[in-house]
């Protein structure tokens, strides 16, 4: 019996060999999937990994997952992040997103506006007068700041910014570590650890400093409140600002970078979104009404489409699951492609060509996207994401319309989050606002 004949014979789906799967995950992916449909299974950083994609796949994936899938996390992220949202499972899970989830979404939003455009404007002006020798790592720098402003109340240029710059950098490092017991062996882990106490003291202090001054224009004063009677199921407060901080920054400038990418490549669309951002700078509002702003969010759609940041998420089966007709036995590796469906033509024609009118044009649905994630363990910044990359290209096509002097990226990562791998200077074209 063949191999293949026997998984199957186990209930296992079929193994798809790629030679390389670094150099094109996407199109591994996508040839997965045609050749066996939504799950199949290929090696991913050397080990068996079984791969559901397709829209149909991950829905099915998400209606099964609670308590048959956790997330698979490396002892490496337990240790740096103790019980941060993403470490945590069953009620004590669903309890901690409940009280994160008012300060980072909904009637919050419009309150973090003024403190966004402070961090975005004054860059984007400085863009606009020397150009950016290297996009990603400006856009990186701003997503720190803006985050640090909303989730941390730290303004920009402050000594606390100095502080959090210095120590949140080492954390980051310490989290490239090598994932299992060799950790112990390296310098960087052991800096990430002494970097992650020095963080819990600087947000100790910035905690006291919400709630003496409480404000809505940072998240600190609601997430202090939100915890203040949270039972220890639900993991404290200093685990979950080190998750959103960690989970906001590679992914969030990631978007960005890229929706300033596309609006480069087709000045048609960012001469369009530029009337919107005008108007957006001189009331703010309107860039956290869903109704508004609907060329910068058909730009924003489209990029999560064709760049969505995260390649795979990864989970352990923890008892049996049913997937794409398989049975896939307890203790088994899964991974989704937060890009599944993305490249269906019948969903979305042309579906390596951005082309946002599709969204404006009623042709193609956030809903099927996935760039986010979904299920249980969906993305909870996503609101705060967008308000960011929003707030970005609006104060960015105030000042003019993107141009990438040297062309668009040639090479690309994949991971940690989809980016440039070399540099890719960009330049604002100012145009004359009529009188
Ligand atoms: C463009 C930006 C972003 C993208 C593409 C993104 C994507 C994702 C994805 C795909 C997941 C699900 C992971 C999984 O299934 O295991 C996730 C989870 C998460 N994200 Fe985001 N994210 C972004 C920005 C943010 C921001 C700004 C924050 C916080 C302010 C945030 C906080 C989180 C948290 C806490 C989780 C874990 C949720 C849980 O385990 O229940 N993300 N994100």
Redesign the pocket.
């Known amino acids: 019996m063949s191999e293949q004949a026997a998984a199957a014979a186990c209930g296992l789906p079929p193994h798809h060999t790629v030679r390389s799967f670094d150099l094109d995950p996407l199109g591994a992916l996508e040839e997965g999937h045609r050749r066996h449909g939504p799950v199949f299974r290929m090696a991913v950083d050397g080990q068996e990994t079984v791969l559901v994609g397709t829209w149909a796949g991950l829905v099915e994936l998400f209606a099964g997952e609670r308590g048959c899938l956790e ?1 698979l996390n490396t002892p490496l992220v337990h240790d740096l992040f103790g019980r ?3 470490n ?1 499972t069953g009620e004590g ?1 669903a309890e ?2 409940r009280r ?1 989830r008012p300060a ?1 979404s909904g009637r919050a939003l419009p309150g973090y506006l003024p403190a966004l455009l402070e961090v975005t404007d004054p860059v984007a002006a400085r863009w606009a007068q020397h150009g950016v020798g290297d996009l990603y790592t400006e856009v990186r720098a701003l997503t720190g700041s803006l ?1 640090a402003r ?2 941390l109340g730290i303004a920009p240029e402050t000594a606390d910014s100095a502080v959090f710059a210095a120590v949140f950098e080492p954390f980051v490092a310490g989290s490239g570590a090598p994932p299992g017991r060799d950790r112990f062996m390296t310098g960087r882990y052991w800096a990430g650890r002494a970097a992650r106490r020095r963080l819990y003291a600087l947000f100790t202090r910035r905690a006291a400093a919400a709630v003496a001054e409480p404000g809505t224009d940072s ?1 600190l004063a609601g997430l202090v409140a939100a915890f203040a009677d949270a039972s220890q199921a639900v993991g404290p407060l200093p685990d ?1 600002l080190l ?3 960690i ?3 590679e ?2 400038a ?3 970078t890229w929706c300033l990418v596309e609006l480069a490549g087709n000045q048609q669309h960012a001469v369009l979104a530029q009337t919107e951002a005008h108007v957006a700078v001189a009331t703010p509002e309107v860039l956290a009404r869903r109704d508004a702003v609907p060329v910068l969010r058909a730009v924003l759609a489209e990029a ?1 489409r064709l760049h ?3 390649l795979l ?3 352990e089966t923890v008892c049996p699951v049913d997937l794409g007709g398989y049975r896939i036995p307890a203790g088994t590796r899964v991974a ?1 492609s ?1 890009s599944a469906g993305h490249f269906d033509p019948e969903v979305f024609p042309q579906p390596h060509t951005f082309r946002p009118r599709r969204f404006l044009d009623g042709e193609a649905r956030g809903a099927r996207l ?13 609101p ?3 308000l ?2 929003l707030t970005v290209m609006a104060s960015v096509l105030h000042q003019g319309v993107p141009r990438l002097p040297g062309g668009p990226p040639s090479r690309i990562r994949y991971r940690p ?1 989809k980016a440039p791998l070399t540099a890719v200077p960009l330049v604002l074209d100012r145009q004359e606002i009529a009188s």
């Open positions: 997330v941060a949202l993403f945590l899970h901690a997103r994160l980072l985050s909303v989730l998240a979950h998750a959103l901080l989970a906001a920054r992914t969030t990631s978007l960005i999560q969505s940041p995260n998420s990864l989970r989704y937060t996935w760039a986010f994630g979904g299920g249980a363990h969906a993305c909870l910044g996503r705060l994401a967008e960011m990359a989050a």
